[in-house]
């Protein structure tokens, strides 16, 4: 009796995945037609005569290992510029006393809250101001900092025995060492899969940079892939979907590495 | 020790290389001062699919032959509306490119907030025979970039036209002469008949974010957008044509109404025999269609002429100094010569806005490689402005597009045109 | 003991500061700058601003588009916590309370699409989905049903349009909440087995209820970046139509902000989403963050 149960929840939990993962397949599979066999082959999982011309294509487009560097610089910058700030910021609040607290944990976490769109244009006011349109760091600075990041960290190190710290601080021990030496070792787990979550939504991005970058040497993936949409010329879609590709490798191996981090900490560190 | 000798040494070296370097930038700079080289940036809306190879192309080859001036091409996503959203932001900060790429829409909008140089300006300031303009450009030509106190804006530079394209397939299997789709009412014949036959939709209207196409079926019926500075289209005539688009749609369920990207996809899949839309897609829907595709001029209602707005967009100098200025002027004159703009067309499926291109020899090949073409060069000659309104203008098309999608999902056309008239008139 | 406090008092400048100096100048002078624009009328680059009062926030109130607009946000809302919430939320129940083996499997494929572009998952889903022409439309006429043109309806291009976040977020916050479950105490859950009362009766007296903070996080995220993440296949896809059917507020925002230029408006509006979005924050510290003991 029960095993049929579990079997019914097992049907239903394939479904899923099938209907998750159909998108991915369509994608994979439309990169490999070409545009006439991308309308009138749809139904074709497996393309009926397979190409890499739009591969081949992009390759003469674009400069792909380019496109690729620029992302991951401009991800990785982010990554560390979050966690680095967000440490910081949670050890802070986490071991020291300090009058309004309270208040300045508030804003912090406020700006969470704030949509995109309210501070897009002063925001690129001051970057074009300071000079650093289409650079990486212009689209990184203000972002070098989430207050996710600080409220993640601040329940992760609640996993960490305040004696300990206050032990070790009574030693004499400064405060960088304890943070370099005890802190980060023991949410190494959390650091690990924060940061793979912050690099992969900042792979993606694609309204700021769009606004900042505009050189085609400083372009990101998710910018050339704007350049294979058009609504007066029409959408190439099988090029479009062989760009996405591309773009999906490096999330992919981030999650394939760091697979056991990223799914059994996202909230054991996030949340208690 | 050792380690802290060679930093040292490392240090003098660098320090002496920089003043070197300096003093070299300054000779150089001192000698060369009347032949700097005068970087300016242009902004274009053409993506990879639509151009953007002719465009890198284009400017490769004019850097290649201007030693002191350096254009440096940047693609704009979602067309003249995103061109227009960065241009904002920039003008906003104060760093505007040197030349852009404006939208008919925008001609009047543009014109009041933004500071430009006037092809007539650029001209007079530039050029020694002052003739350029006016040998190149048809008068019809300059009047799409004229704002609505009657100056010219910029230069046209990409012109479209909306053409009926259809499937002749399908049209031969159900036995519908081409012919017969010269009218409104003989195309929606024709849709009611694929329709009953195979289940299919007749036609396809585009539905961008702008009303281009409705405004063409509006002009073909003798209704006017605006007269006088005021909206005029909640006319008898106006409301006629909206009423037997609405019918088409909403009744007979004969005309498909969804965005344009999928109602083109519906037309290359087959699901749809007749599509209303710019010459532009031209190439995406030959590329991609297995069937016969043909394209004719625009329709129009038994009793009128058609007539059709004209699509695309106009070259605008943005830039403020007077030698980035020229530079810009230079570049621009580089567009439209024959050659280059024959490439132009041939990336963007646009039509070439000067005498001269029109009428060469690469251009007519090309059009007899590509004949769906044909029928958008001939209606060019009797094209009129795309409707600009002088004040708001960008909330009176935002207000036309809300007309379209009521009345196409069901509101009456007399009411929702006349109200939509009244808002738009009680903000010019 | 006060040199000590005076180095700390430095510590504290120095590892809050770098956070500080950011917010301030990228989201909170912003904040403060959106706040005075939302009382005048502009276009972001004519010369003049002229005061208008309190006449952006009268208008989001008695304009029919906008209440339209605020209306679809609600449902907006609603369906979110449907789909990104209620349902990621059963499912790890089951995963985690009903079935006994292939759970981390599930875990694994379930995060792939939350890899993904939102910008990628709108393209593939307007490809997958079209109502006339897709593969999908094809599959279901085989099966002699056609599929609602639901680009025409306002409500059926809501429901689309939260299915592409949906697609995207469901393994996120499924994880989310399955770890949540996994800290509910075993010998709770052994002790029930052994009182031989059922699964769903424990899992609604005992596992919801140890799990409610964690639940309440989630549905908060949900909400605020649920509406967020949606912008992106509203702009790709519908823009808003039909007839603003399927805007939303923040999507309304950036359509004011930067098609129409009506920057005083679209300030206004801003003002307003911040606002709702204060009340839920004000919520999750109350509920999520516990009392003060965090900082003692």
Redesign the interface.
């Given at each position: 009796m029960n095993k049929i149960?579990?079997n019914g929840?097992?049907i239903?939990?394939l479904l899923?995945?099938l209907v998750?993962?159909?998108?991915?397949i369509?994608?994979i599979s439309n990169s490999f037609k070409t545009?006439?066999e991308s309308?009138?082959s749809?139904?074709q999982i497996i393309p009926l005569h397979p190409t890499l011309s739009n591969y081949s294509t992009l390759g003469r487009?674009v400069n792909l290992l380019r496109l690729i560097w620029n992302t991951f610089f401009m991800a990785t910058i982010v990554t560390l510029g979050k966690l680095?700030?967000?440490l910081?910021?949670a050890?802070?609040?986490k071991y020291?006393?300090?009058t309004g607290?309270?208040w300045?944990?508030?804003?912090?976490?406020?700006?969470?809250?704030?949509?995109?769109?309210?501070?897009m244009?002063?925001?690129?006011?001051?970057i074009?101001?300071i000079n650093l349109?289409n650079t990486a760091l212009g689209v990184a600075?203000?972002q070098?900092?989430d207050?996710t990041g600080?409220m993640l960290f601040?329940k992760a190190m609640d996993k960490i025995p305040k004696s300990l710290i206050e032990s070790v601080h009574i030693d004499g021990i400064p405060?960088y060492k304890i943070l370099k030496d005890i802190v980060v070792p023991i949410l190494r787990p959390s650091i690990i899969s924060i940061g793979a979550i912050f690099f992969?939504n900042s792979w993606?991005e694609?309204?700021w940079p769009?606004?900042i970058l505009?050189?085609?040497s400083s372009f990101t993936l998710?910018l050339a892939?704007?350049?294979?949409?058009?609504?007066?010329?029409?959408?190439?879609?099988p090029?479009?979907?062989a760009l996405?590709t591309i773009?999906?490798i490096v999330?992919?191996l981030i999650?394939l590495i760091f697979?056991r981090y990223?799914?059994?900490?996202?909230?054991?560190s996030?949340?208690? | 020790m050792k380690n802290s000798s060679s930093w040292i040494k490392r240090v003098v070296g660098a320090i002496t290389l920089l003043m070197v370097a300096v003093l070299f930038a300054g000779c150089s700079s001192a000698k060369g001062a009347a032949k700097k080289v005068v970087h300016i940036?242009y902004w274009h809306v053409?993506?990879?699919?639509?151009?953007?190879?002719s465009v890198d192309e284009l400017v490769k080859n004019f850097n290649k032959t201007h030693k002191y001036i350096k254009v440096?091409a940047?693609?704009n996503?979602?067309?003249y509306q995103g061109l227009m959203q960065?241009l904002q932001?920039?003008q906003?900060?104060?760093?505007v490119p040197d030349i852009a790429q404006v939208g008919w829409a925008y001609t009047n909008y543009f014109a009041s907030n933004f500071k430009y140089l006037t092809p007539t300006d650029a001209q007079n300031k530039f050029d020694s025979s002052k003739t350029f303009i006016s040998k190149n450009f048809s008068k019809r030509t300059l009047s799409f970039a004229k704002d609505s106190k009657g100056n010219l804006v910029g230069l046209p530079y990409s012109l479209s036209t909306p053409i009926l394209y259809y499937n002749k397939t399908m049209l031969d299997k159900y036995g519908i002469s081409a012919s017969s789709l010269s009218t409104w009412e003989g195309v929606s014949t024709a849709a009611k008949k694929i329709k009953e036959a195979s289940g299919e939709y007749g036609l396809y209207i585009q539905e961008?974010g702008d009303t281009w196409a409705q405004q063409a079926m509006l002009l073909s019926n003798g209704a006017q957008i605006k007269k006088n500075g005021k909206a005029t289209f909640a006319s008898a005539a106006g409301v006629k044509a909206y009423q037997f688009y609405q019918d088409m749609v909403v009744k007979d369920k004969t005309a498909l109404h969804t965005p344009?990207?999928q109602g083109?996809?519906d037309f290359?899949?087959g699901k749809v025999a007749i599509a209303y839309t710019?010459v532009?897609?031209a190439?995406?829907?030959k590329?991609?269609?297995?069937f016969n595709v043909e394209a004719i001029t625009s329709p129009h209602f038994k009793g009128s002429t058609a007539t059709v707005p004209v699509g695309g967009s106009m070259l605008a100098i943005t830039a403020q100094k007077t030698e980035k200025q020229k530079a810009a002027w230079t570049f621009e004159k580089y567009m439209y010569k024959n050659s280059s703009l024959v490439t132009w067309t041939k990336g963007?499926?646009y039509l070439p806005p000067t005498q001269g291109a029109l009428s060469s020899q690469a251009f007519k090949s090309y059009l007899n490689e590509n004949p769906m073409l044909k029928p958008a060069t001939s209606q060019i000659k009797t094209a009129v402005p795309w409707t600009s309104f002088p004040k708001n203008g960008l909330q009176a098309e935002q207000t036309m597009i809300d007309a379209r999608d009521k009345i196409l999902s069901g509101s009456s056309v007399q009411d929702t045109l006349k109200s939509a008239q009244e808002k738009i008139n009680e903000q010019q | 003991m006060s040199s000590n406090s005076k180095k700390?008092?430095f510590?504290?400048i120095?590892?809050?500061s770098?956070?500080?100096i950011?917010?301030l100048?990228?989201?909170?002078?912003?904040?403060i700058?959106?706040l005075y624009l939302s009382f005048f009328d502009w276009n972001?680059i004519a010369p003049t601003k002229d005061f208008v009062g309190l006449k952006n926030y009268t208008s989001i109130f008695t304009d029919p588009v906008n209440r339209k607009v605020l209306l679809n946000t609600v449902f907006y809302i609603l369906l979110l916590l449907v789909l990104n919430f209620l349902i990621p939320y059963f499912?790890s129940i089951?995963?985690k309370f009903?079935?006994?083996k292939?759970q981390?499997s599930?875990?694994?494929?379930?995060?792939?699409?939350?890899?993904?572009?939102?910008?990628?998952?709108a393209?593939?889903?307007s490809?997958?989905m079209n109502p006339v022409s897709?593969?999908v439309a094809?599959?279901v006429r085989y099966l002699g049903v056609a599929l609602p043109n639901w680009t025409n309806s306002g409500a059926m291009a809501i429901v689309m349009l939260c299915l592409i976040t949906n697609?995207k977020v469901?393994?996120?916050n499924f994880?989310?909440?399955l770890?949540?479950l996994?800290?509910v105490p075993q010998n709770i859950i052994d002790a029930t087995k052994m009182d031989n009362i059922p699964k769903w009766r424990m899992v609604w007296d005992i596992v919801l209820p140890l799990n409610k903070?964690?639940a309440f996080?989630v549905l908060i995220l949900t909400i605020?970046q649920g509406?967020?993440y949606v912008f992106?296949p509203i702009s790709?896809i519908t823009q808003g139509g039909p007839y603003y059917g399927s805007s939303n507020i923040?999507y309304h925002?950036?359509l004011n902000?930067f098609v129409l230029y009506k920057t005083g408006n679209?300030s206004a509006l801003?003002?307003i989403?911040?606002l709702i979005?204060?009340v839920?924050?004000y919520l999750e510290?109350r509920f999520v963050e516990g009392r003060?003991d965090?900082?003692e």
């Open positions: 149960k579990e929840w097992h239903l939990l899923i995945c998750l993962l159909l998108p991915v369509f994608m545009l006439r309308y009138h749809m139904l487009q680095v700030t967000g910081l910021a050890y802070a609040f020291f006393s300090f607290k309270r300045l944990y508030f804003i912090f976490v406020s700006t969470i809250f704030v949509p995109f769109t309210v501070i244009i002063p925001n690129y006011l001051v074009s101001k349109l600075l203000p070098l900092c207050a600080i601040l405060s992969i993606n694609y309204v769009t606004l505009k050189d085609k998710p892939l704007e350049n294979y949409i058009s609504s007066e010329g029409g959408t190439n879609f090029l479009a979907m996405s773009m999906i999330p992919l999650y697979q990223i799914l059994n900490s996202i909230s054991s996030g949340l208690k | 940036s053409n993506a990879q699919t639509q151009g953007g190879a440096t940047k693609y996503p979602n067309m960065n932001s920039a906003a900060s104060g760093k961008p344009w990207a083109i996809d290359v899949n710019t532009a897609q190439s995406h829907i590329k991609s269609a297995n963007t499926g | 700390n008092r510590l504290t120095a590892y809050l770098p956070t500080a950011i917010l100048v990228f989201m909170i002078i912003p904040i700058y959106t972001l499912i089951i995963v009903f079935i006994s292939m981390t599930y875990k694994i494929i379930f995060f792939i699409p939350s890899l993904f572009s939102l910008v990628v998952g393209m593939l889903f490809w997958i897709g593969p094809f599959f697609w469901f393994g996120y994880v989310l909440l770890t949540g996994g800290s903070s964690i996080y605020v509406l967020q992106t790709v923040l925002t950036y902000a679209a801003a003002v989403t911040f979005f204060l839920l924050l510290i003060t965090r900082y």
